[in-house]
């Protein structure tokens, strides 16, 4: 064989693994993400609680919220994050224990004034018990009460 065959072989390997290459890897980013993330709105109501409004457009959820009573903040709310990157961690209030954004909406796990909230394509979990995502729903959580006691 001619060293121009050979060429013109590798070169068409070349194109073609680099055309698989490129779909495989397109393809599956769209699937990681067509779905889109958790869009969680922190919010202070008018006498200064706290309030999560959980929504996700694509999952038809929206209308569900969290309410903080006994907790007083004066910050400059409402606001919108986005998890769609790993590196979203600095919240108005609260703090990000898990957070799984492989394939959106993925998994987020959140410490909300002694509160473990973890948002699930399925259910929304709070202190280890399943809320359904029935909109327009409002669960409000005492700060003073513990884990242990909510039923």
């Known amino acids: 064989m001619k060293p121009d065959g050979i060429l013109k072989h590798l070169a068409a390997v070349f194109v073609l693994s680099l055309a698989a ?3 495989f890897f397109y393809g599956l980013e769209h699937y990681r ?12 109501e008018n006498g ?3 309030y999560l409004e959980v929504a996700h457009p694509r999952l038809k959820i929206g209308n569900f919220k969290l309410t903080f009573a006994g907790t007083n903040l ?8 986005r998890f769609d990157q790993p590196t979203r961690t600095n919240l108005p209030f609260g703090r990000v224990i898990f957070m799984d ?5 993925g998994t987020v796990t959140l410490d909300l004034f002694g509160h473990e909230v ?4 399925r259910v929304m979990i709070v202190d280890k018990h399943e809320e359904a995502w029935q909109p327009p729903r409002t669960i409000t959580l005492s ?3 513990s884990r242990a006691a909510r039923p």
């Open 21 to 23: 290459y490129m779909g």
């Open 74 to 81: 004066t910050a400059r709310l409402p606001e919108t994050i």
């Open 118 to 121: 973890e948002c699930l394509p």
């Open 143 to 145: 700060t003073v009460e």
């Open 48 to 50: 200064g609680a706290p």
């Open 33 to 44: 993400s067509h779905r889109g993330p958790w869009e969680l709105t922190f919010g202070v």
């Open 101 to 105: 954004t492989t394939f959106l909406p």
